[in-house]
Structure formats: structure tokens, C-alpha cells
């Protein structure tokens, strides 16, 4: 390796940040090189689907420039700058024809939103929220219009609803599932946060997929595979988020769901690691923003000159519903034998899933139960200890 070539972490995101921040804290002077496909600025990107709500632009969002944050933590950030390859062998990334070079390398590129393919030539007015930018020029079309269509039922499709119905706009929800969170939540749970949604005025259309999306003036109107229509002004497609993985794989590194990393956060190849939207951590690709905080600090470690595996807690989620607050702890997929015992009043649902021996393993609060969250989570096992 290249060790008087700087760290080069890819992605200005909120895991490329925080582990930039971890590293001044233990290394002062080691070169730090970012390179970032966007302008670099510092935000909290969970406050995209609370803006409305909250009145904040994106131009508010953001708590720093690029410029600023490189001063702060005496690093260089390279922005509107994409890597298109990396030669592991070589120690370098590639920005088009120009090579870098590092001695360590950490992907923390973040995961994409699944476009969705949808015929009738609207394409221009489906927006996908995925990061500051995004947000800017969804709020540049949506700001003075009424209608929005939402795809997508899941955690970003619900809390977009909830936001944009506090900001003014009618939103509708369209999703080919037969519940909100389809993979978060229980079904009563679930109902709970739709009939809290409907309360403040969200329709959902739960089953059909959207066909196709024609202009119509200055809106569109799009049409169901069920043929209804809905007429809407502009569309959010909220429908999911790959981890990016393909310059890895075209690198000969190891993906799978996501960049495949062991404890020590470190991929494949030698000296290049990943951590936030784009890892999967010992078959855990967690698309939240407390795994890649105790990433980054075990990270920051690591690269420093102490191995440090990561490891994660008990990380339940809370979802930004205020129609209906939500706080989940899902099941580990796959393994988890047992079963969700529910108990219900009205939208206020606590569903605790138990194995045989009536350990708890996950849970889906709703409504006033939230507050049980904080004994349920001194029950609960570590999700990897
Ligand atoms: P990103 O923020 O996506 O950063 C990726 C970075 O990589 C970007 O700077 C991008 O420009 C750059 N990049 C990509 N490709 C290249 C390339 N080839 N070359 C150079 N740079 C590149 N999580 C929670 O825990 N709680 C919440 O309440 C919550 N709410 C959310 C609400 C919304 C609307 C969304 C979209 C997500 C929410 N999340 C929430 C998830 C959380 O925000 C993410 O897990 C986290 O922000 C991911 O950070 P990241 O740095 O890994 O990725």
C-alpha cells in the first residue's frame, strides 16, 4: 500500500462525514482526501421527510458547506466529482481519465432509490428524495402546486405523506402491497399508521401498481393496473433504495445485497472498506443512520491503527408519522422462529414478536404504545453484539 497517500473516503453523506469526524478525533494530521458526486454540503438526510413539516427548505437543511466542513476538519473535499473505477491492486480510484491515489480507501457511497419504469413520457415530473439535491428541485416543482401522488407504502412513502399533508399538499399513496411497511411492520400495526394516515387526510390505493403516468396540462394523470386513474400535479416514487454496489463488483470486490464487509468493516480487497447505506455488514445491509454512527467510530479506530470490530445494539426505528408515531424493532430476518402477540386499542398497537421460550426478539409499537419502548427495549437482544 501507499502509506504517504491520503485516507480517500468516496461519499459526503452522513457515513462519510461522521467517519471524517471520528478520525480528527483520534488523528489530528493523517491526510484525508473526500471525494463526493454531490456539492459536499453537511445534512441530516432524515430530515428530508420532515421539511414541510418543520418549513425548512433545502437550502435550511443544510448545516454546512463543503468548503466549511473541510476547514473543520482539516481535509480535502472534492465536489460534483463521481470515482468511475478503482483498481485495488494499484491503490488508486479513477475520476474519468484523472488517478488518485490511496493509502486506504472507505465506499461509503450511500444507497440509490429504485427508478421506477413506468410508460407515458411524465418521466420529468417523478421525483426521487434521496438526498439534498433531489429535495431542492422536488421543492422547486411541488412548491404552490396541491396534488401529490406518492409510490411507495413503505417508511419513506408514509412519512413523505405525513409531511407533505402537513405542508398543504393532497397526497395519495399508490403501492401493489396489501399494507403500509409491507416489510417493516404487522399487519395490525400497519393498519394503525394507515388509519392514522387517512385521519389527516392521505388516500391509499393499496394493490394496484401504477402503469403509466401521462402529462395532463400542467400535472399528470396516472393510471392504475386496476384502471383507475388519479390526477395529480407531481409524483414521488418512494419505492425502494439499492445499495450501490457495481463500481465495487466491477472492481472485483465482493457484493452481494450490499458491499460484503466483515467486522472490521473491511471488504474483500485489502485496505478498502465501506460503511452506511451501501454496506452489508456481516449479512446486514441496514439502511439507518445509527448503524453507520457505530460504524464510524469503530472505523475510525481501525484506520487508525486499532482493529476495532463494529458492533450494533438494540437500534428500534422510529418512523416520522406524527399521524400515527411508529417505533420498530423488527425481527432478525430469516432465522427468527416465534410469533407477533398483539395486543390493540384503537390505532395504539403494541405487537411483540416472542420465540417458543417467550424471549423477545422484535417489536412494532404504535399510537400512545410508543412509550412502551424503552422497557421493551432493555428486553430485547443486541442486533449484533
Ligand atoms: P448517502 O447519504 O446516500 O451518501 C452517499 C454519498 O455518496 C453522496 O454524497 C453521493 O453523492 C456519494 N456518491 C455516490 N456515488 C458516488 C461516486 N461514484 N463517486 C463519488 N461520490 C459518490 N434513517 C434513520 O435512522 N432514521 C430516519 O428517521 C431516517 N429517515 C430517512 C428519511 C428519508 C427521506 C431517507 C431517504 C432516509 C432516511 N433514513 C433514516 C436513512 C438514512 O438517512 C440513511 O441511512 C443515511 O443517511 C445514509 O447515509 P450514507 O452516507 O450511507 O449515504
Known sequence: SNSTAPIVIIGSGLAGYNLAKELRK???????????????????????????????????????????????????????????????????VSINDETVEYSKLVLAWGAEAVGPRIEG?????????NDLEDYAAFRAVADGKKRVLIMGAGLIGCEFANDMTAGGFECEIVAPCDQTFPTLLPAPAASAVQAGLEGIGVKFHLGPLVSRIERDGEGVIAT??????????VVVSAIGLRPRTQLAADAGI??????VADR?????????????????????????????????????KTLTGTPTEVS?????????????????????????????????????????FRNEAGDLLGYALTGAKVANKVALNKELPAIMP
Not at 121 to 129: K, L, N, P, Q, Y
Not at 277 to 290: H, I, S
Open 264 to 300: 472490521l468493516l473491511q471488504t474483500s480487497a485489502e485496505d478498502v472498506y465501506t460503511l452506511g447505506d451501501c454496506a452489508e455488514v456481516e449479512g446486514r445491509v441496514l439502511l439507518y443512520v445509527l448503524p453507520l454512527m457505530a460504524s464510524a467510530r469503530a472505523l475510525a
Open 254 to 259: 465482493k457484493v452481494n445485497h450490499g458491499i
Open 121 to 129: 413520457g411524465a418521466e420529468d415530473r417523478v421525483f426521487s428524495i
Open 26 to 92: 483520534l488523528d489530528a494530521e493523517q491526510s484525508l482526501l473526500m471525494i463526493t458526486g454531490d456539492d459536499g454540503r453537511s445534512y441530516s438526510k432524515p430530515m428530508l421527510s420532515t421539511g414541510y413539516g418543520k418549513g425548512k427548505t433545502a437550502d435550511e437543511l443544510a448545516m454546512n458547506t463543503a468548503a466549511g466542513m473541510a476547514d473543520q476538519l482539516n481535509m480535502t473535499v472534492r465536489t460534483n466529482t463521481r470515482v468511475t473505477a478503482i483498481d485495488v491492486a494499484a491503490h488508486t
Open 224 to 233: 392504475l393496473d386496476n384502471g383507475d386513474t388519479i390526477q395529480a400535479d
Open 312 to 352: 450494533y445494539g438494540v437500534m428500534p426505528v422510529s418512523v416520522k408519522t406524527p399521524a400515527c408515531p411508529v417505533v420498530v424493532s423488527p425481527p432478525p430476518a430469516g432465522d427468527a422462529a416465534g410469533r407477533w402477540i398483539v395486543e390493540q386499542e384503537g390505532n395504539d398497537v403494541q405487537a411483540e
